[in-house]
């Protein structure tokens, strides 16, 4: 293998926090654009690359060449594999759309920065999803987690609550992280290693109070940076305040990568122990998942705020992601991971189709601002309309697969009770879309004049919408990715 | 027995403070905590400083949870000072550092909204 191949997993991390560094130092907000493209676009590249060399394989990659229990570990395994791809896809295409709004929304010399802070966020993450090293998760945890705050306070360049938001996230981030810290330590405790590996085969021998102790701190932790649903609470705020572009970037991929964490604190990492990770799930998961499905989606039906009104919804969605993980088998996890990656591009295009209205019309997309927007802006709020069919599950589009593998694999382990709940919330759902869909195309525009729609803004609006029915109609690659993906974490391996 | 006194301090505060300087206060407590939690974890009963001698048998601490512990002080400096930033943007955008008189102009600020479009 050559040099370049052989350090994929590392470039697809230290690119974007090194280029970070020198975007944050250029006055030009045209070059910071265009580096920070750039360096997208390699990354994206770096991370199929990496995909497609490792395929159906698990890869360790040794930082600086110490070897993993004592060195830092990053593996490229199926879960991995399909979370580097959706970072890197839904990053690429928040980062062409987000040039026209960031200049709209963000004060002209905050945008270098702006862009520096975007491309920490995305290492963070990638970085999150590729360590294999509990403690070194923390770093890049905190890494993504503290430039996302800063994204989230330059809206407040349109909105002053923006600060508030940005705060809020902060105080209650900086807690889930500790949490997750904690339990680390009283892992390392009774183990002595943190490469998670190895964690995994010595937490059972080591069966006893700290380590029932520090799995629950671990998921605590997780849990809040995933926004599960009673310590949600940071997410709408930060959500709806944020620049346009950062909701977009944050939605489609920041929580993700929080509940893959999730997900491998309880499958890999726990995966000797499953009597106590099967009282978490069963009594704490499952049922925080049905409550987050029907609050998010209340919450949302009475919501006139756009961009908060899909934030309730992303609590709900994050409801049913974590509880397919919850159920815990193959099949539900693998219906977990496939509508993570749905969800990304369906979260991503509705934030993204709300941003553009929102910046076109000069001030906050919500029902009134928005009436008769469906024959003034055909093109954005057409794609708004696909992303939001595919966020109810219509067939033909992604949202449907994503639901009938989880109601197919509810099914199969007789979760009759689960299975109606997870029908019902989505019908609920139907509400808060059908007054959206009222408002915007049922009503006749109160000027009546026709907006001239940017094909900057659209574009990548577009780009998700025709992704949303493509893996609607061809959904094997998704699937393929996601059953390897579950496969990596229950099998502890492969 | 510090380190759980001096959690449920911090978590407290962070809770219960209007202010938000204090609630920085607060976190800084809550992660300070964490930092004795790691250093005590490290210790050894008659325990040295790692640093080896092979002349002398001695019990030597576990430097380990020291050096993470380092990185985790990094990371909480950072933190602190990313939320003294915004509590200083706070206040010029607000007037005020008190959480429940940011809510109140807050409201004003969602009813102008309102009545602005309305």
């Known amino acids: 293998m050559s040099i370049i191949t052989y350090n994929l997993p590392a470039l697809v991390v230290a690119l974007p926090l090194l280029m970070a560094a020198v975007i944050a130092l250029i006055p030009s907000r045209r070059v910071a654009w265009v580096l920070t493209l750039m360096t997208v676009i390699s990354v994206t590249f770096a991370a199929y690359g990496n995909a497609l060399m490792t395929i159906g394989a698990s890869v360790s990659y040794e930082l600086g060449g110490w070897p993993p229990p004592w060195g830092i570990e990053f593996i490229t395994d199926g879960a991995s594999r399909v979370m580097a791809i959706i970072i890197a896809s839904l990053s690429l295409v928040s980062t062409l759309y987000a040039k026209p709004l960031i200049e709209k929304e963000i004060h002209l010399d905050d945008i270098p920065r702006t862009y520096a802070a975007w491309l920490l966020t995305i290492g963070g993450m990638m970085g999150l999803v590729m360590t294999a090293d509990a403690f070194n998760l923390f770093v890049f945890l905190e890494i993504s987690s503290l430039s996302a705050v800063t994204l989230v306070a330059m809206g407040a ?39 998670m590996a ?142 993570m990656v749905n969800h990304a591009m369906i979260k991503g295009g509705l934030f993204m189709a709300v941003g553009a209205l929102a910046v076109t019309l000069g001030r ?36 449907f697969i994503s639901k009938i593998y989880l109601i197919s694999a509810l099914l199969d382990e007789g979760q009759g009770v689960i299975t109606a709940l997870v029908l019902l919330s989505s019908a609920l759902s139907v509400v808060y879309l059908w007054k959206m869909i009222e408002v915007m195309w049922m009503r006749p525009a109160p000027e009546g004049t026709k907006i001239q729609e940017n094909p900057w803004m659209y574009g990548p609006v577009w780009v998700l919408a025709v992704a949303n029915i493509i893996f609607g109609v061809y959904a094997t690659p998704v699937v393929a990715l996601a059953r390897d993906a579950a496969m990596a974490l229950m099998g502890g391996g492969a | 027995m510090i380190v759980v006194i001096l959690m449920m301090v911090g978590l407290y505060m962070v809770m219960s403070r209007f202010n938000l300087v204090k609630k920085l206060i607060g976190l800084t407590i809550f992660q300070t905590s964490l930092f004795l939690l790691y250093i005590s974890l490290g210790r050894i009963d008659e325990g040295t400083a790692p640093i080896i001698d092979a002349s002398k048998d001695y019990a030597y601490s576990n430097p380990l949870p ?26 010029d955008a607000f007037g005020t550092i008190e959480e429940d008189e940011v809510l109140l102009e807050k409201r004003r600020d969602y009813s102008q909204h309102k009545g602005g479009e309305g």
């Open chain 1, 364 to 399: 906050r997309a919500n029902l009134a601002s928005i009436t008769g927007l469906g024959r003034a802006m055909p093109i954005t709020t057409s794609a708004l309309l696909v992303c939001g069919f595919s966020l109810i599950g219509l067939p033909l589009t992604a949202g």
């Open chain 1, 198 to 339: 190895d964690l995994a085969t010595r937490l059972p021998e080591a069966t006893s109070a700290p380590v029932v102790v520090g799995l629950a701190f671990m998921a605590t932790g997780m849990m809040v940076k995933a926004a599960a649903f009673p310590v949600h609470m940071w997410l709408p705020a930060a959500y709806s305040y944020a620049p346009s572009a950062v909701s977009s970037l944050l939605s489609a991929v920041a929580t993700k990568a929080a509940i893959y964490v999730l997900a491998r604190i309880l499958f890999t990492v726990f995966g000797g122990l499953e009597d106590v990770t099967g009282l978490i799930m069963t009594w704490v998961l499952i049922p925080l998942s049905i409550l987050a499905m029907f609050a998010g989606t209340i919450l949302a039906i009475f919501e006139h705020d756009l961009k908060k009104m899909l934030a309730q919804s992303s609590i709900a969605q994050i409801g049913y992601i974590t509880l397919a993980l919850g159920i815990g088998t193959t099949a539900t996890v693998t219906a977990g991971f496939i509508h």
């Open chain 2, 66 to 91: 020291h050096v993470l512990i380092l990185t985790a002080i990094v990371v909480g400096v950072a933190t602190t000072a990313l939320g003294l930033a915004l509590v200083l943007r706070i206040n």
């Open chain 1, 157 to 195: 360049g349109v909105d002053r609550r923006a600060l508030m938001a940005a705060f809020n996230y902060l105080i209650i981030g900086a807690i889930g992280a500790t949490f997750y810290v904690i339990g680390v330590g009283f892992c390392y405790a009774v183990t002595g290693t943190l490469n």
